[in-house]
């Protein structure tokens, strides 16, 4: 339930409120007293994802135009198209439709409430790339969970986040035992890895390979994230409340991201690794040569 009563700052607004959700915000009056009856009111530039080669990173964009005109009569509802542009590359942009209503006592108070009737690109930072390669062809399913989450749709979310797990659970289980092989783990661990694999229930793979994983994958406190996975999936089954499932949805996406990201650090130092391998061997087959008389 949103709090009628906070008070944001545009540019907070339109970062961090995704659509559909009425809020109050202060604005910055540019002139109080353009035309009969109307203001001027700036725009304010936002941080926002930049999703082009050259940046990929969060990045500065500026507005199209520097301020709107608004009519102050409080009863008259108004609408608008705000077109961002990435300060940095200067070729992606973000494009708002939002709905505007002035308070009462603007301009003194200079506070109006909005309203996003939608953006593009959708709200929502990307899925981190380590996300993306682990989830390979199913990617799709994952998006549509992060995208239910971000709209407070705990029930979806949560649903999207279970089927990608249980049907992938193979992929996930392959990509630890691919880190657990380079970093030499013992046949009894991987024994285990494989018994995993042969499970047809995800809750038997887990219990394969309860205690028997890389020490590189652990949480603090020496949890095991495969473990803390099927208790998330297993208690939200049992639950209809949607402000439950969104923070299960939420505490999923946390451990497969956190995962990803192992997988992906550990197969990069296996590579660096390789290299600085491959350097040395040229280096002494270098040395050894017979210097030409």
Not at 78 to 96: D, P
Request: aromatic letters at 8%; hydrophobic letters at 35%.
């Amino acid at each position: 339930m949103v709090d009628e009563s906070t008070i944001l700052r545009f540019q907070r607004f339109l970062e961090n409120i995704p659509p559909l959700e009425t809020w109050r915000c202060e604005v910055s009056v540019v002139d109080a007293g353009f035309g009969s009856g109307v203001a001027e009111i700036g725009l304010p530039s936002i941080k926002l994802h930049c999703s082009s080669e050259e940046c990929g990173d969060a990045r500065y964009f500026d507005p199209s135009t520097k301020e709107i005109r608004v009519y102050k009569q409080t009863d008259c509802v108004q609408f608008f198209n705000l077109v961002y542009r990435c300060r940095n590359c200067y070729s992606v942009e973000k494009t708002y439709a939002i709905r505007l209503q002035v308070d009462d006592k603007f301009p003194e108070k200079a506070r109006v409430s909005v309203i996003k009737i939608g953006e593009e690109p959708r709200f929502g930072a990307p899925l981190p790339q380590v996300i993306v390669n682990l989830l390979d062809d199913q990617v799709e399913y994952f998006r549509r969970g992060y995208h239910a989450e971000l709209e407070g749709l705990g029930i979806g979310a949560f649903s999207y986040y279970r089927r990608y797990v249980e049907s992938h659970k193979n992929q996930i289980i392959q990509a630890i035992r691919d880190v657990a092989v380079e970093q030499g783990a013992d046949a009894i661990m991987l024994e285990g890895f494989d018994k995993a694999l042969n499970a047809t229930q995800f809750e038997a793979s887990i219990r394969e390979i309860k205690n028997g994983i890389p020490d590189s994958f652990r949480l603090q406190g020496g949890h095991n994230p495969l473990t803390l996975l099927h208790d998330a999936l297993s208690n939200g089954m049992h639950s209809d409340d949607d402000q439950a499932c969104l923070q299960l949805a939420a505490d999923i996406r946390g451990l497969l991201t956190d995962l990803s990201e192992r997988v992906d650090n550990a197969l990069k130092n296996r590579e660096k690794l390789k290299d600085s391998v491959d350097r040395l061997l040229r280096y002494k087959t270098e040395k050894s040569k017979p210097k030409p008389v």
